[in-house]
Every structure is written in C-alpha cells, then in structure tokens.
C-alpha cells in the first residue's frame, strides 16, 4: 500500500512536493489542501483532489503524512502544531532562532495526537544542519563555516523591491572564493560577515527614478546589505525576466578539524549543494522525511523530531539487506 | 561517568582511536589488548592498561564498547562475532562484499549477548555510504558517483612491493579532474574506470633491477593496474621516506538528480574529504559512533547496525536541546 500524502498549501514548495511524489513508486498524492477557492487551483497530478484547508481535519484517516508547505513567518508557527494533533506532519520551519519554541509546541500536539512530526526539513535547516552535526561529532577540535549561494535570496529581494523608485529586483547571495579557499586551507580563519558573502542585485527602476538613490539605499539598508560587499546592476524589465526567473541556491557546509595526540594532523570535510531549483530541492527532501515519519508512527514511536532523531535508513524506500548491500 | 573504552588491536588504527578518545570528554580509554607481549606494547595515556588479548573476556564488566582495529581480511570477520557476544562493539569491516555474511555473523552474537555492534564504520564503508544513502533518498531519479583519492592505497602499495626488484614502493589513487567536472555538470555520464582513476607509484628498486621490466609488471598487473593510467616514478629510499611518509586520503561522493514535473531541474549533491591522516581520521569516526552503541545499549535495544541505523543524534556528546539550538 502506498504512503498517501497530503500537501497544505500550493506555491513553490506544494508544486515541488507535487513532483517529488511523482518519483517516489511508494507514495500516492490524495490531496492538496489551500486556503484559496478550491476551485482555482489547478494540480499536476490527475488522481489527486483539492480541497479547502477547512476541510484537513475531516480527512484525518485517509492522509498517512501531510507535508505543511506554508511560510514560517506567519503560517507554519500556527500550522504545524494545529495540525501535528490530527497528522503526522512534516515542515520547513526555517526561523533558526526560534526552532526551541517551535519544537516545544509541535511536540506536545503531535504526542497529544499520539503522532509524529518532523520540523524543519529542507537543506538549511536540515542537509546542512545534519553535514555540521556528523562533522561536529567525527572532529570535535575543529571548526565549521556555512556558505550560502550562489543563489537568490527571497528575503532580500523582497527588501529590494520595498525601496522606492523600483519596480522589481532579484538578488543573489554569492559565497566570496577567497574566503572558501581560506577555509579549506584548514587555517580555521577568522571570517567577518563582509569577508564570506557577496551580495548582488539585479534592479528594474521605475521610469524616471533616482538611481543613484537607489543604489545608495539597497547598499546601507540596516541587516540586509549594510554589513556586506553589494553590487547593484541596473537592467530592463525583459532582461529580470530573460536572465533571472529562476530560483537557483546551494551553498557549503565546510569542517576543518584536527586529530593526533598533538593535533598533528588536519582534515577538511565539505558537503555542497547546487540547486537549479531550491524550493524543488527542498520539497524533495521533505518528501523522504515523509516516508521516516510514516514509518515511525508505524512503530508506535510519536512526538516532534528533527532530522537529527532520524536514522538514514528510514529515509530510503530500499529495504535494509537492499542498502547494505548495494550502498554501504 | 565516563564511557569506558577497550581498543582491540594497537596499530595505527588503534593509536588514531586513543587519540580521538583525548578529544572527546565524555569518554575515556580503559585499555589496550593486544596479540603481542602486553609487556612490550606502550601506549600514550597514561592511566590505561595494556593486556593481552586472551584477558578481555574477563573484562566485559570495566567496558562499555571495544572498538576493534583489526583487518578485514582475517582478523574481523572471526573477532567481531566472538567480541559481540561479550561488549558492545564497533569495527571497521570494509570488504565491501562481503558485509552481508559479516552482517549477519555479528547480528546473531551481538543478539545473543544483548549487546549492540555497530559494524563498517569509517569513511568508506561509514561517511561515504551515508551520504549516497541520503543523497539517493532524497534525489531518486539520478546517479552517484564516487571517487577515491588523491590517497595511499594500501593494497596497491603492497602489490608493488611484491614484485621482483622492488625494494620499497607507495601508491597513490587519484581521482581524474576532467571526470570530476564531467559528473558535476548533471550529464550523468558513464565512466570507465579508466577514466575516473589514475594511479601513481613511488617506487625505490633494488640495486641492479631491471627498472623497465618493474614498470612493465607493474602496469600490466590484473586487478590492481591494468585497466588503470599508471605512471611510475622511480626514487631513492631517501627520498621516499622524505616525501611519500604520511597516509593521506580523500574522496568524493557526488550525486546528480532531476527534479520537476517534466525532469526539468538538475541538481548536484557533492560530499568530500581531504585526510592527512587516513587512520586517525576513521577511528574518529569509530569513536563518535562507540558513544552512539553505548547509547542504545543503555536504552535496551540490541544486534547488529550499521551507520544507516544510527540517528544522528546519538554520535555527538551535546544534548538535544544544544545541537537543536546551535547546530540545525
């Protein structure tokens, strides 16, 4: 029997999800959940129905996982430990700061609800967090860095296009070689947040705006561009729309560590992403974490978990003679 | 209290083992056994004992796992069941074939004693086989590629020593840029093994040799360089000892997947290592998961695993709450 899954919430992760149970032979979509008219909302899949979030709960036995694809800002804060009561869930919260309170909500309703929900999956929280994890505990004299990008940063897009006089924005947060390169010297350098990180925007200006305002705003907006190197590019609306329509990201988890009984000797463990698609990617592992919270409930086990409580092997649709054999 | 660890085995395995424990404060190390004269084995830290092999069953009370640093060939595939019966154990195992039958040996003993065994852990089997495990799970519809090197490879070091006029020798494994590059482009190409690998030999021949004939024997050589590039450096022992001293190794494991309704997406996965030290570098990883058996062990559970059983979790000395706050 296949894992039958619901999506709540239909834009770029949603659709993403969509695609990723088209590869997983042991998953069906039953159904799409939005907060929209049911009836504008379109799906890939033939064999799958869309219904209006007020209608979730009702469906309760007829979802093994539903997979929470709202925004962490507003949605998933409120979302998930809802529904974690009724389903075994899965999210992308992705507010670092507040993963603790948001862990300790969702666990006390999924064990209300005797299920289980996993938090924040995706790459970051999530590949990323697991790459530190491994090799914060293979190498604990070390240190580890995070690289994002090169990729578009939704955030600061979003903070371009609020400046006056623009008309829209796309911007890119790009990792700097120089300070890779320090890194996997292994000289555990010392890096300011201007040293790792370049960030550059593609502007389309309003007929007749003040450019060089522009520019001068973007570069000492407080949080998002002041603390870094910004290169501002003024382009045509085609051109945004030609070159940049894309949502590419990645990044690098790097740990540089010694051993030896006088730290003689050092290592570099490096995981990287390059992602034609981040909120695909995203959806794609959000969709093997579904199969792990499917078949923890299974096992009778329930509460909130995050990728680290979650043994690899429950991720694969193989089966465990199949992985040792063929994997390990 | 500390976990109390045994090493079964003091060679260069073993002494990497001892020298991750220093690194790690809640372990510490309880004693060394040894095939040799307990007598002519000294060991680094201070308050361990060394004993002879034939002692460690009377010592299944002072020890929580023994981490076994034996070979593959002979030594492990008799010593891991025996051990398992007795101690929570951790080994190396890595005849890649082979791992089913040894899989099954340790599972059997490991049930019989109530005790938990942790088997091929390390780089590869051990990192590399959880990150084409995850990587597989998350991005089904692809491929993984996984190079060795640049690294010493210790059967084809010692394949070269075998031959006739040659009085010492290294080899190095070193993985081909341009195959690199080709799996990093999403092209998903075929590779022989000609392409992915080239092989490098320092050799230091015997006063007299036939210096042609030695690199003929050794190109030619089935299984271990014939289907491989291989060039061949003749150096003096000096020389040799000067340059080509150490036990570095490395790898890559690289996975290129296709998401999207219609496979319209490319991304890549790519996990690497760069290791001056190949033996310190897996008893490290031998460690954290001795801190992940003894773990389980205390929860009760028992039989063999291997890292694709093991929650991430487990490996590391900091709590849920720190490695959610600090590290997801």
Known sequence: MSIRIGILGYGNLGRGVECAIKHSPDMELKAVFTRRNPETVTILTK???????????KMADEIDVMILCGGSATDLPVQTPKFAKLFNTIDSFDTHAKIPEHFSAVDTASKEGNKVSIISVGWDPGMFSLNRLYADSILPNGADYTFWGKGVSQGHSDAIRRVEGVKDGKQYTIPKEEALEAVRSGNNPALTTRQKHLRECFVVAEEGADKAKIEETIKTMPNYFDEYDTIVHFISEEELKRDHSGIPHGGFVIRSGKTGWNDEHNHIIEYSLKLDSN???????????????????????????????????YLSPKTGEEIRAHLL
């Open 47 to 57: 064999d799958a129905n869309v219904y209006s979030i007020d209608e979730a709960e």
């Open 279 to 313: 909120p695909e990617f995203t959806s794609s592992v959000l969709v093997a974490y579904a199969r792990a919270a499917y078949r923890l409930s299974k096992e009778g086990q329930s509460g909130c978990k995050t990728v680290f409580d979650i043994a690899p092997a």
